[in-house]
């Protein structure tokens, strides 16, 4: 799982710093600028626009000059933080009425939007019951007044159901969203525990049983080791394991790991390419495994090398040992497997394979399709 | 195929051949892998020290200044890469090679992008560990098959979306490649391959290069959507 979505207030600002270079006053307008990415030009021009509405623009520049941290600063102290959010709300409010919109609504929107802060979850230090109250007598006192304003003087009393609408989806809507939040955290807590448990009882079914199995039997413990690795990787990287059943990797993959189980040697499977399994790789397959049973029961190693190479120009197999070899000119008839398991398997469908072996420095068989 | 007598290979024939004993720093987050591969090899490397975190690796690196490191993909505070990022630039004559048992490419190519000089399964004996580390101090790249049949993969012809940038193999170094996949060490490419086992070296060294280099996203995105070497 990622971890669990955390979850951000949609007021949460990006973080502005007051930058030190490029600045005009203070490097508030660069700071802002960078912060949300536009042409430094048109901050300025705004804060210019809004000292024209009885000086709003250059209150709330202080205010953000008071407000906003230097660079490297994380944050301005206390005071400073106070004074700035003081003369920024000022500022709107100096904007608010530039635009002609009076106190029946600022008031009421001030208080409602702290209340629907409040709720939102951003508490500010104080405990869940006292913010929540808080908030309530926020906004109720909010409606109160805009109710109050707006009926007793031109306004018509339809108003007043508009407003505690609006204030109730004010209230509501982080409420509803916090709730959300919470569930989905308690839904990934869930899911991590569901996690957990399956995991637990994979290592319980196969590697305690496997520990237990080793010191049983001892003897056995490299093949069991070997089986119990297979098995961890196919669970830990199944996307990396034989794609899907029926193409002849898989096969190769699946038959060094019988030839481990029959003779207890580790088999290494490299491979490049796939393809689908069909009557001729089928047969490549066959024979590549008594090649594997071969170098597994006669070589004298414990370890194998299989090279699979699927390829445009066609698929080889190799299997490769470093054991006794042999001479392949003095092969006794009796054995069967080089002449008929492999290299009469392999002609039968059009394919090549060649033996190489050196007595004492080991064989390699070389099994080849062409496309 | 035939085996002469030893160039600088610690593998089984190789006689009497003077060797430089190299100083190894081992870093695992697991005592007990720890302890197997200092008993594990062989005389003529020397384990100066040990660490098992990305915290404890570097300074003891910077501080001892081994010829090899040796140096588990995963670690708890951040993995190899993490240790050769921050070692390399200060200390550029030491040597990372990387032991794993995850089969993840993301993981290997992400170490030997970070530069470290090969990367071997841990399942590796401590013959061969040896000798990779002997190859490793004298600069040479360390592929084990795995590590070959994932490069054959990942610089795979005929790929349709194969980056024009992308430097591509040459015959021989496919060859080679090829050849290590199939479980053969490089005196044994060499014979086959009537080259010295230089010129087997200088080829790998020559692949590690072109995957260090080639500036491809696609290479990440494929170790990422492969997950198996």
């Given amino acids: 799982m990622s971890s669990a979505g955390r979850f951000r207030l949609p007021l949460a600002l990006p973080r502005v710093e007051r930058a030190e270079d490029d600045r ?53 102290v206390r005071r400073r933080r106070i004074v700035g959010l003081v003369l920024i709300v000022w500022a709107a409010i100096l904007a608010l009425r530039g635009l002609g919109i009076t106190e029946s609504l600022l008031w009421p929107l001030a208080l409602v939007g702290a209340g629907a802060v409040l709720l939102s979850g951003r508490t500010f230090g104080l405990d869940e019951r006292r913010a929540r109250l808080g908030a309530f007598a926020l906004v109720v006192v909010g409606v109160v007044i805009f109710v109050g304003h707006n009926t007793r003087g031109t306004a018509t009393t339809l108003l007043a159901p508009g407003a505690v609408a609006i204030a109730l989806l004010l209230v509501l809507v982080p409420w509803a ?154 092969v006794a008839a009796d054995r069967r497997g080089l002449a008929d398991s492999i290299r009469g398997r392999m ?25 | 195929m035939s085996r002469s007598g030893g160039t600088g290979l610690a593998g089984a024939g190789a006689g009497p051949v003077s060797v430089m004993l190299r100083r190894v720093v081992l870093v695992d987050d697991h005592d007990l892998f720890r302890a197997g591969v200092r008993a594990g090899l062989g005389r003529t490397v020397d384990v100066v020290g040990e660490a098992g975190t990305v915290a404890d690796a570097v300074p003891l690196i910077k501080e001892l200044d081994p010829d090899v490191v040796l140096l588990d993909v995963h670690l708890p505070d951040g993995g190899g890469q993490a240790v050769i990022v921050q070692v390399a630039p200060e200390r550029p004559g030491v040597k990372f090679l990387a032991l794993s048992v995850s089969d993840a ?17 841990k399942a590796i004996s401590g013959e061969e560990l040896t000798d990779a580390v002997h190859r490793t101090a004298d600069g040479d790249a360390v592929f084990s098959p795995r590590l070959a049949g994932f490069v054959l993969d ?38 086959r391959l009537h080259l010295s086992s230089r010129t087997v070296e200088s080829h790998v060294s020559a692949v590690l290069r072109k995957l260090q280099l080639s500036n491809r996203n696609e290479l990440t995105r494929w170790a990422a959507e492969r997950r198996l070497i």
């Fill in chain 1, 177 to 330: 969203w916090r709730l959300t939040r919470e569930r989905e955290a308690e839904r990934a807590a869930r899911i991590r525990t569901e996690e957990r448990a399956d995991f637990a009882a994979r290592v319980h079914d196969s590697v305690l049983q496997t520990l237990t199995l080793i010191q049983k039997q001892p003897a056995d413990a490299r093949k069991l080791a070997r089986r119990q690795e297979r098995e961890l990787r196919a669970w830990l990287y199944p996307a990396g394991e034989p794609t899907a059943v029926g193409t002849v990797a898989d096969a190769v993959e699946s038959t060094a790991a019988e030839i481990e189980e029959l003779y207890g040697a580790r088999v290494e499977v490299v491979r490049t390419g796939d393809a689908p399994l069909d009557e001729r790789l089928q047969a490549l397959v066959l024979a590549g495994r008594e090649a594997m049973a071969n170098a597994a029961r006669h070589a004298g190693v414990d370890e194998v090398s299989v090279f699979l190479d699927v390829g445009d120009g066609g698929v080889a197999l190799y299997v490769r040992d470093r054991g006794a070899g042999f001479d392949p000119d003095a």
């Fill in chain 1, 347 to 371: 002609e039968r469908v059009g394919g090549t394979a060649a033996i190489e072996s050196v007595p004492g420095q080991g064989t390699e068989v070389e099994l080849r399709l062409h496309a």
């Fill in chain 1, 24 to 76: 005009a006053i203070a490097g508030v307008c660069v700071g802002i600028a960078r912060a949300v990415d536009v042409d430094v030009t048109f901050v300025r021009l705004s804060f210019a626009f809004l000292a024209f509405a009885s000086g709003a623009g250059i209150v709330a520049y202080v205010g953000a000059w008071s407000l906003l941290p230097a660079p490297g600063e994380t944050q301005p």
């Fill in chain 2, 154 to 191: 990942a610089f795979r012809s005929g790929d349709p979306v194969a980056d024009p940038d992308l430097d591509q193999l040459t015959a021989r170094e496919r060859e080679v490649l090829q050849l290590i996949a199939r479980g053969y060490r490089y005196k044994e490419i060499a014979a």
């Fill in chain 2, 105 to 121: 490419a993301e993981d290997v190519i992400g170490v030997i992008r970070a530069g470290a000089r090969g990367y071997v399964t």
